[in-house]
T-cell receptor, first 113, second 116 residues
Framework: GAGVSQSPSNKVTEKGKDVELRCDPI?????LYWYRQRLGQGLEFLIY????????KSGLPSDRFSAERTGESVSTLTIQRTQQEDSAVYLC???????????FGQGTRLTVV | GENVEQHPSTLSVQEGDSAVIKCTYS??????FPWYKQELGKRPQLIID?????GEKKDQRIAVTLNKTAKHFSLHITETQPEDSAVYFC???????????????FGTGTRLKVLA
């Protein structure tokens, strides 16, 4: 596709349920980032992929959060046993080594009720 | 760990005035410094960037300056217009020479309001 695509756009889930968020990066982009943005707040780094390996997972807030990436393609962010404080917009971005500019997806708005 | 601080968190200016947002970074290996604009409900989009071998870059009403010695960089918007109202994020990216990987660290954002 032409840009970074995330799905779903919106997700409402009950507390305690698991959710999976998906990111389709721009084709050929080796680097992929996940960020969390709470309402009116900044971009909180979660995890970074280079290819399908994750050299930096330092931002994952707890062991309820995990992410994986298939090759240099799709990534999924999984949140287990969701809590209300997980409510936020989850943004994915990708970049290539050549351009370095990070292109963002439109985000997934997660609401835990 | 790496850190990027951004100030101010909010900024109100009169239309036509200039706005300046400042960032400092901690990782001396950082060599790429982009600025993103995020309008309400939309994704962040790149507006200007600068690399470590350049001290200043300008694009129409927007300019960015970089001081590598002091590890700070700034965004300057001149002749502000209401459509400049948005949240602006700075970022620093550096390459880990051991692992060969890159990492973006973002500032906390500045909410700019341009008053008509």
């Amino acid at each position: 596709g032409a840009g970074v695509s995330q799905s779903p756009s919106n997700k409402v889930t009950e507390k305690g349920k698991d959710v999976e968020l998906r990111c389709d990066p721009i084709s050929g982009h080796t680097a992929l980032y996940w960020y969390r943005q709470r309402l009116g707040q900044g971009l909180e780094f979660l995890i970074y992929f280079q290819g399908n390996s994750a050299p930096d997972k330092s931002g994952l807030p707890s062991d309820r959060f995990s992410a994986e990436r298939t090759g240099e393609s799709v990534s999924t962010l999984t949140i287990q046993r969701t809590q209300q404080e997980d409510s936020a917009v989850y943004l994915c971005a990708s970049s290539s080594l050549m351009t370095t500019e990070a292109f963002f997806g439109q985000g997934t708005r997660l609401t835990v009720v | 760990g790496e850190n990027v601080e951004q100030h101010p968190s909010t900024l109100s200016v009169q239309e036509g005035d200039s706005a300046v947002i400042k960032c400092t970074y901690s990782d001396s290996a950082s060599n790429y410094f982009p600025w993103y604009k995020q309008e309400l409900g939309k994704r962040p989009q790149l507006i200007i960037d600068i690399r470590s071998n350049v001290g200043e870059k300008k694009d129409q009403r927007i300019a960015v300056t970089l001081n590598k010695t002091a590890k700070h960089f700034s965004l300057h918007i001149t002749e502000t217009q209401p459509e400049d109202s948005a949240v602006y994020f700075c970022a620093a990216m550096g390459r880990n020479t051991t692992s060969g990987t890159y990492k973006y660290i973002f500032g906390t954002g500045t909410r700019l309001k341009v008053l008509a």
